[in-house]
């Protein structure tokens, strides 16, 4: 009933039917992310028709629109680290899959946010003029592929799709007005990460400034650091064994 359970892939192409069918097919979804420092881990829904594209073998995106909530946008600006969860909730075979994988926020005006969304099927939520109504385009680079048997979760019948947030995004005039007022539920994470926000121009979305203390963290953590830590180690070692070698 439904096959084997349990496997890994290396692509999304993989699979009878392919992965990257069962993904496209789902009208809601799941994404969970965490700061690097903090105690909070968050989980987000999505879903709505022509916001999820796979965009190659090992490679997704979604689109990110303007919200009351940026937990996740400001986790993948702090590392990146999410696992993305499909599951078959209406007719089907009763399966999960779980991506986990390091995402980047293409932010609007970026140079590839442009083309990112021309990726997106359409017919689904793409507005007469997509890049003003769009806060980023997420790319995932997906490391681990695997399903799971869904066997536990109830079948559900779908029965339409919310009627609040489309007409909002398709007209320009209230899709302003629900920026501006989005924008001002906070400037920064639940771990404190500041947010991304639409331009004083309005010509595009920008990062508010990280604080000085986050900042370091994230070069100790990258290659920057890892040379500071080795160079100093050299030097102690090289102390060390200046005091140990027999004077003359």
């Known amino acids: 009933r439904g096959g084997p359970m349990g496997k890994t892939y290396a692509s999304l192409e993989e699979g009878s039917p392919p992965v990257r069918d069962f993904l496209e097919k789902q009208r809601v979804w799941f994404i969970a992310s965490a700061p690097r420092r903090g105690k909070h881990v ?11 594209a796979v965009l190659g073998p ?10 009351s909530g940026f937990e996740t946008l400001c986790h993948i600006r702090d590392n990146g680290r999410v696992c993305m969860m499909f599951c078959e909730l209406e007719e089907g075979p009763p399966k999960i899959v779980r991506l986990h994988g390091f995402a980047r926020a293409c932010l609007q005006g970026a140079a590839e ?14 507005p007469p003029a997509p890049s003003g109504h769009y806060r980023s385009v997420v790319v995932v680079d997906v490391f681990r592929i ?7 979760i109830p079948m559900f019948e ?3 799709t919310r009627s609040v947030l489309q007409p909002i995004l398709v007209d320009i005039p209230a899709s302003q007005k629900w920026i501006a007022k989005v924008q001002g539920y ?3 994470s639940l771990d404190g990460t500041p947010v991304a926000v639409l331009s004083e121009s309005g010509a595009g979305v920008t990062w508010l400034p990280l604080p000085w203390a986050q900042r370091l963290s994230g070069w100790a953590q990258g290659p920057f650091g890892v040379a500071v830590v080795a160079l100093g180690a050299f030097a102690l070692g090289a102390a060390a064994a200046a005091k140990l070698r027999p004077s003359a």
């Open 113 to 126: 946010f442009d083309e990112l969304l021309s990726h997106f099927p359409p017919g689904g939520l793409q």
């Open 186 to 188: 906070g400037r920064t």
């Open 58 to 67: 090992r490679r997704v995106a979604y689109l990110d629109s303007f919200g």
């Open 146 to 152: 695997a399903d799971s048997c869904g066997y536990g």
């Open 158 to 160: 779908f029965k339409r």
């Open 42 to 52: 968050n989980v987000s829904p999505k879903g709505m028709a022509g916001t999820f």
